[in-house]
């Protein structure tokens, strides 16, 4: 049994060992498999099959294994001011342009790619984006600025972020840190991390 509560505008880190449940557990929350006990609530409501399809669309998801469409799909009407700020942000400027929603080149290293997918993400402006290891196929210099300036400036704009992530040295930029360990997740209590103090056992 697990007990997990977040907050709108929560920076969430989730780390843990292969097989810990990580995956299984992200996708329980973004509503890809459907709990056989318990309930999920979203602002005091329960969750059930006859909403699942309201309550996964305030999820913008970037998995490991993620896919990269030509376009970006989901966005009727492309917001060009802020297609042009996350180029900026995430350094994207020269490399890719787009027309209507449609890239023009997907012919990109896997760290650009990446990017791209997030970017993409973001466009779709839902409420909660649940990222899994997104830094990992970064260099060194952009995955330091995705946890100091990136995820920072994502938390003033109003996201939610749910991060699957083992890059320790910077766990300081989450809100909370969980540890998942044989499909049980445990407050991170000896983490120093930003505004909240984890110390309860979940």
Known sequence: ????????????????????????????????????????????????????????????????????????????????????????????????QIENTTFSTTKLSTGQRKRLALISALLEEKPILVIDEWAADQDPYFRKKFYTE???LLKKEGFTIIAVTHDDQYYNFADKLFKMDYGKIYADSEAKIGRASCRERV
């Open 1 to 96: 049994p697990i007990y997990f509560e977040i907050e709108k505008g929560d920076v969430i880190f989730i780390y843990g060992g292969n097989g810990s449940g990580k995956t299984t557990f992200i996708h329980s929350i973004i509503g890809i498999k459907i709990p056989t006990a318990g309930e999920i609530k979203l602002n005091g409501n329960i969750i059930g099959k006859q909403n699942y399809a309201d309550y996964r669309s305030n999820f913008s998801v970037v998995f490991s294994d993620f896919y990269l469409f030509k376009e970006i799909l989901g966005v009727n009407e492309l917001n060009l001011e802020k297609w042009n700020y996350y180029l900026n942000l995430f350094e994207m400027e020269g490399k890719v």
């Open 150 to 152: 990136i995820i920072p």
